[in-house]
């Protein structure tokens, strides 16, 4: 069983920078891909990056050249570096974990492990 926790959420202004984490606990090999997703009011879910069992990230367009996903394995926690934030990032920001394959773009919503989310707001 895994367990995630989100945090770092909060409200910035357009352009500045936030960094969101997300602590994983549980069955290790469960948690070997980790992803970030993010859901606006009103709007489906929508998948930001997956960060892969070889260290790899893949980004959606949307974000991409903007956030970044690190890692920290010793302490298995997973980071969403929010860049030149916008409005439209305004979200509740989930991440996601599971055993590979390590899903990305509309398969990510594949991830079996979730955790409750972190709200994120920018204002212009």
């Known amino acids: 069983q895994v367990q995630l926790v989100e945090s770092g959420g909060g409200s910035v202004q357009a352009g500045g920078s936030l960094r969101l984490a997300c602590a994983a606990s549980g069955d290790t090999y469960s948690t070997t891909c980790m992803a970030w997703f993010r859901q606006a009011p009103g709007k489906e879910r929508e998948w930001v990056g997956t960060?892969?069992?070889?260290?790899?990230?893949t980004f959606a367009d949307s974000v991409k050249g903007r956030f970044n996903i690190s890692r920290d394995n010793e302490k298995k926690i997973l980071y969403l570096l929010i860049n030149s934030s916008r409005p439209e990032d305004t979200a509740m920001y989930y991440c996601?974990?599971?055993?590979?394959?390590?899903?990305?773009?509309?398969?990510?919503?594949?991830?079996?492990?979730w955790g409750q989310g972190t709200q994120v707001t920018v204002s212009s």
């Open positions: 960060f892969d069992s070889d260290g790899s990230i």
């Open positions: 996601a974990a599971d055993a590979p394959p390590c899903y990305t773009d509309y398969a990510a919503t594949l991830f079996g492990n």
